[in-house]
Structure formats: structure tokens, C-alpha cells
Nanobody, 123 residues
Framework: QVQVVESGGGSVQPGGSLRLSCTAS????????MGWYRRGPGKTRELVAS??????AYSDSVKGRFTLSKDSTKNMVYLQMNNLKLDDANVYYC??????????????????WGQGTQVTVSS
């Protein structure tokens, strides 16, 4: 199994900054993708930012304000969130897609979610 643990949420005023961290651990062969999601208006989880190989993707609403970085040696990703807006307030979930082997069987792609970390933006 794979464990995904997030940290770094909190409360800030508009214009403030926070950094979220996500760590993946367990029986991982390869990390395919790591990213952050939050709930959209329809309550489905929407992509905030993700990294796969050397490519990073951002939602339009956070481009220029959020930066996703990865430490492959630690299976960690960091989401630096600057100039936070009221609309950024949400629960942020880390998502990890991995390839793993268990009991001699290869699982080419599985996805795991963290428990979520709360980001509050209020004046």
C-alpha cells in the first residue's frame, strides 16, 4: 500500500502565502504523477497543479501565484501559494499516481489520496 500525508494548511489574510507539503511512502516502484486538487463549485475535486516527469500543469486560476515543486529523493511535492485570494479557501488534497509491485504482481498505475489539508483565507 501507499500512504499520502499532507501538511502546511492554515489561515491567512488575502494576499498572504502558505506552503503545502505532500509525502508519499510505501511500496512504490515509480511515482508517475503528484499533484494537488481542491473541491470545485460542483464539489468534485478539481486540479490545482500537478507534476509528471519534468512537466508541470496549473489551473488557470492559480497560474502565476502558485508554484509546484518536487523533491524526488524524498517522494515529496510542495505547493507554494502566494497572493492568496478568498476563492482559494478550500480543502486541498494531494493525489499520487504510482506504479508498484505487491506479492510478485505489478500494479502499473494506482492512485492514492491524502486526507486533505484546510486552507482558510479571510480578512
Amino acid at each position: 500500500q501507499v500512504q499520502v500525508v499532507e501538511s502546511g494548511g492554515g489561515s491567512v489574510q488575502p494576499g498572504g502565502s502558505l506552503r503545502l507539503s505532500c509525502t508519499a511512502s510505501g511500496s512504490i516502484l515509480i511515482i508517475l504523477t503528484m499533484g494537488w486538487y481542491r473541491r470545485g463549485p460542483g464539489k468534485t475535486r478539481e486540479l490545482v497543479a500537478s507534476i509528471s516527469g519534468g512537466s508541470t500543469a496549473y489551473s488557470d486560476s492559480v497560474k502565476g501565484r502558485f508554484t509546484l515543486s518536487k523533491d524526488s529523493t524524498k517522494n515529496m511535492v510542495y505547493l507554494q501559494m502566494n497572493n492568496l485570494k478568498l476563492d482559494d479557501a478550500n480543502v486541498y488534497y494531494c493525489n499520487v499516481a504510482v506504479s508498484r509491485r505487491s506479492g510478485g504482481q505489478l500494479h502499473p498505475r494506482e492512485e492514492y489520496w491524502g486526507q486533505g489539508t484546510q486552507v482558510t483565507v479571510s480578512s
